[in-house]
């Protein structure tokens, strides 16, 4: 009898155990994985390539170099995420940049934050190092233009099925003189069935 309830025992255990256990898997991160239907690392990517090809494919740049005989310099500044679900706009702003700076076809200057920690190395090189090393104030590369922008969703819901609407919209702004030199827009749309998903 005791054997057979110590059997007992081993196995519900193993079975609790195995049923709490956790399994991961290594992907490619190129690899498009959809879940829930929500904004993802691949919406991310593929709408920050789209919109910034189409960008400088546009006759700003191309009217900038003749008037200024130079590549234009660019930032980034804010995307506000205007929609129902939470949007880490910091990894969207990065792939923006990732291609603006491998285009090769603009200057870019670094974010506020990164300037602000920039600048007080600096300060600190000012003071303490030495002369033919320290790098001098008042040496900054201005940008010309700005990137901003926003995106915004749709959800409609019916039951188990479920449509999202994903539209992006930036702007590429003239910091001299407040011009609009480009306005994007990328639309997504995804049908998610059996969604639980929350509006």
């Not at 239907?37 to 390539?49: K, M, Y």
């Not at 930032?75 to 990065?94: C, D, M, P, Q, Y």
């Not at 590429?172 to 030199?181: A, G, H």
Request: with cysteine.
């Amino acid at each position: 009898m005791k054997i057979k309830q110590h059997f007992l025992l081993v196995a519900f255990t193993t079975l609790f155990m195995t049923a709490c256990s956790t399994s991961v898997e290594r992907l490619d991160s190129q690899e498009t994985v959809d879940l829930s239907g929500a904004w993802n690392d691949t919406d991310s990517q593929l709408v920050a390539r789209e919109m910034i090809e189409d960008s400088l494919s546009r006759a700003w740049i191309s009217n900038f170099v003749k008037a200024e005989g130079k590549d234009p310099a660019v930032i980034v500044g804010k995307v506000r995420n205007l929609s129902h679900e939470h949007i880490n706009t910091n990894t969207f702003i990065a792939d923006m940049e990732r291609e603006l700076i491998n285009s090769g076809e603009v200057q870019f200057v670094a974010a506020s934050g990164a300037r602000d920690e920039i600048r007080a190395e600096r300060g600190d090189q000012d003071l303490n190092a030495s002369e033919d090393t320290r790098k001098e104030m008042g040496q900054e590369y201005g940008a010309d233009y700005m990137m901003q922008g926003q995106i915004n969703t749709i959800i409609d819901v019916d039951g188990t099925t479920q449509v999202r609407f994903y539209q992006v919209n930036l702007e590429l702004i003239s910091i001299k003189d407040n011009r609009k030199v480009w306005v994007g827009q990328k639309k997504i749309k995804k049908l998610i069935k059996n969604s639980k998903l929350r509006e």
